[in-house]
């Protein structure tokens, strides 16, 4: 009797492209089961883990979020991404390359490390999307991306400005990444836009911030359209802090803040990103140890799916 399903296509399917389904409750759990390879030859789009959380602030765990989001998107990877009109998947070369490797005991060397990690695949050119993680690991990403790009505009969703200041030691802080970023000229704050703050912070260092009390007030495509307006065609860096939902959308992540946006939201407002210049994007902070019956990581993983249909809107359909 022949079989419905063909199993473990992390490891058997023959192509980098198409969708075919696969009981969801079993199996190898590659992001959206994507073929797992080091191999760079062809590959559009590589989805890579990063599991550091000792930067965190708060409660840690979120080294457990890469593959806990993994393991939450296969729930989705049966069929194409709703409410697209197009699987990314027919158009995209994708791989899980799975994570970076580095010693835990000597976390000094450990953003040197991730960034030579991410310039080996930008360098094959491949583009990113990386799972965390804590938040500290987009700023050697963004060193990787900004020495391939140029400065770059920041789309930054998040509970937190991550811009606070670090003047006297360059802290491995997942609080003052952009504070960096922006000093160093790797980001152009006045291309860039803070998305869903509610946190206390009056230097706002020249980003745009899109409080969540603004988000609030305004439609997903109201907002979304504001974020277009201020990044233009540069190109784009797009982060994207699973704190800046709700804790009630998801509870499983280190510094949890009340007032947040819903996930309905989020998803609305990058939906409505379409055709920006996307280089490279991240989802980071789903601490699974914290989180109540994987809704976070459920929701990290379908905000990386909009993050994989935008990059194919304007990388492989041309849509502006």
Request: proline share 6%; with cysteine; glycine share 8%.
């Amino acid at each position: 009797m022949d079989h419905a399903f063909d199993n473990d296509q992390a490891i058997t399917r023959d192509s980098l492209y198409g969708t075919a389904a696969e009981s969801t409750y079993a199996g190898i759990t590659s992001f959206m089961r994507r073929r797992y390879s080091r191999d760079l030859a062809g590959v559009d789009l590589v989805v890579s883990g990063v599991p550091f959380d000792t930067a965190t602030t708060n409660r840690p765990g979120s080294r457990f979020g890469p593959r806990a989001i993994r393991a939450a998107s296969v729930q989705m990877a049966w069929a194409r991404h709703f409410p697209w009109e197009f699987d990314p998947f027919d158009h995209l070369a994708v791989i899980d390359y799975g994570d970076c490797s580095f010693d835990h005991g000597t976390p000094q060397h450990t953003p040197e490390i991730i960034q030579a990690h991410a310039a080996r695949i930008l360098d094959a050119g491949a583009a990113m999307l990386t799972l965390g993680g804590d938040h500290f690991i987009s700023y050697p990403l963004l060193k990787a991306h900004a020495a391939k790009h140029g400065p770059l505009s920041l789309i930054h969703f998040d509970a937190h400005s991550d811009t606070w200041p670090d003047e006297e030691v360059k802290r491995i802080d997942h609080g003052t990444m952009f504070y960096h970023a922006a000093r160093e000229g790797l980001v152009d704050p006045s291309r860039s836009v803070q998305v869903g703050l509610r946190t206390t912070n009056d230097d706002v260092m020249g980003f745009q911030v899109l409080d969540a009390r603004e988000v609030h007030r305004h439609s997903p495509e109201q907002i979304a359209e504001r974020i277009r307006a201020r990044v233009g065609d540069n190109p784009v860096y797009l982060t994207f802090d699973i704190d800046c939902l709700d804790p009630a959308f998801a509870p499983g992540t280190g510094t949890p803040v009340c007032g947040g946006l819903s996930s309905h939201q989020a998803l609305e407002i990058l939906r409505g990103l379409r055709g920006i210049n996307l280089v490279g994007m991240d989802v980071v902070e789903v601490a699974p140890p914290y989180d109540n019956a994987e809704v976070t990581a459920l929701a990290g993983a379908t905000l990386a799916m909009e993050m994989v249909c935008l990059y194919a809107a304007r990388h492989k359909l041309g849509m502006r």
